[in-house]
């Protein structure tokens, strides 16, 4: 989450007045993550979302994503709902810019997560791709392979400006990464983003999934190797296998993974690692001053990079048979 977009207090009673939710009572923006605008709001009836859509998010997306948080819902995953305008539409306009109201989710993000923590994602993970299957519009991942070249485009000639010799070394990647990526593997619809600042926890249970805006159709597996890097790697740069097992373990205890998934997935580490690394350079290279937004280190991605081309099979993510 992050504050592109200011709104007054005017603008923002009058959108409001389109929806069924009480008078506004304060609001502020949340300063994390990096693509849209968002503000916690609160009112006589019920603490809200508000999110003006910007950057990378195209409005012809809307309808997939609000639609699959209601499809998601609609099967039994805790995650937020958009809520309807007065006029039944879950989409409006606020400051220009395509705008929705979500409903609050009780719980917060881990900064620390344990072993257990992780099984709890992996099973939800898994639910969750469950839960997508018959979710009937579709959306290409814009963030694959087609589009890393296309970012890598807009960053290499400053890639050594935040690393000497960066520029061949990515170079080279993704074209191992075009010769190796695998295309036969179970696809459905992915969260693609799910880190540990978009799962809530009350206490040590796991109450839901949240920003489903990089959500597409993909390799189920593709979206276990996203949560691998986002959750089983310390401070330090270390990788702790137990999370990685726990993580693992947990998702196969809802959703087996196929051996071909299991053989691939140092692959698609090193391809989702390749990833947010790309979008965070380009992020770190382009984000105007003065933006309510927390950046973040693309380097954090390039050594989870370099430690997954170390890797020579899923057993060192600590896959057990």
């Not at 979302?49 to 039994?76: C, N, W």
Request: proline residues 4%.
């Amino acid at each position: 989450m992050a504050v592109y977009t200011d709104i007054t207090e005017i603008d923002l009673n009058r959108f409001l007045a389109e929806y069924d939710v009480g008078e506004l009572t304060s609001y502020k923006g949340i300063a994390e993550g990096v693509e849209n605008s968002n503000f916690l709001l609160h009112t006589t009836r019920e603490p809200l979302i508000l999110t003006l859509y910007e950057k990378r998010v195209e409005k012809s997306d809307l309808p997939f994503f609000l639609g699959l948080m209601q499809h998601l819902a609609d099967r039994g995953l805790s995650c937020p709902l958009p809520l309807p305008r007065r006029d039944g539409q879950l989409l409006g306009e606020l400051s220009t810019r395509p705008a929705a109201l979500i409903s609050f989710l009780e719980g917060m993000w881990l900064r620390r997560p344990e072993a257990r923590h992780c099984r709890e994602v992996g099973k939800a993970l898994a639910q969750m791709h469950l839960a997508g299957e018959g979710f009937e519009i579709k959306r290409p991942n814009a963030l694959s392979l087609d589009g890393w070249k296309v970012l890598w485009e807009k960053s290499a000639d400053r890639a050594d400006e935040v690393e000497t010799g960066l520029q061949d070394e990515i170079t080279s990647e993704l074209e191992f990464l075009a010769a190796h990526w695998p295309k036969d593997l179970p696809a459905g619809v992915i969260h693609a983003d799910l880190f540990q600042d978009n799962v809530f926890f009350l206490g040590d249970e796991l109450s839901g999934l949240i920003d489903f805006y990089f959500a597409c159709n993909d390799l189920l597996a593709y979206d276990v190797s996203i949560c691998l890097n986002a959750w089983c790697f310390e401070a330090d740069g270390s990788y702790n296998a137990e999370k990685g097992m726990a993580m693992l373990e947990g998702y196969r205890s809802v959703r087996p993974l196929s051996s071909e998934e299991i053989a691939a997935l140092p692959v698609l580490a090193r391809g989702s690692a390749l990833r947010f690394f790309l979008t965070r350079l380009y992020d770190w290279l382009t984000t105007p001053a003065g933006a309510l937004v927390v950046k973040k280190d693309p380097l954090e991605y390039l050594r989870k990079l370099r430690f997954h081309r170390g890797i020579s099979s899923a057993a060192d993510y600590g896959l057990t048979s």
